[in-house]
């Protein structure tokens, strides 16, 4: 079952963090190229520095 873009995974981000939620950004390819899937970490907490 491959994720789909906008759905919702929990995802083992490493040593950095622990297991967190992630949602799908990359683009649905029926046939892709490669095994690559971008996703992005959700928070509750809002950043305190401004980039």
Known sequence: MPPHP???W??????AA???PVVIVSRDD?????AL???VPL???APT???
């Open 6 to 8: 906008g759905e919702v």
């Open 49 to 51: 520095k401004r980039l």
């Open 18 to 20: 622990k297991t967190r």
């Open 37 to 39: 899937i971008l996703y």
């Open 30 to 34: 029926a046939d892709p190229p490669r």
């Open 10 to 15: 929990m995802a083992d981000l490493g040593l």
């Open 43 to 45: 928070t509750r907490t």
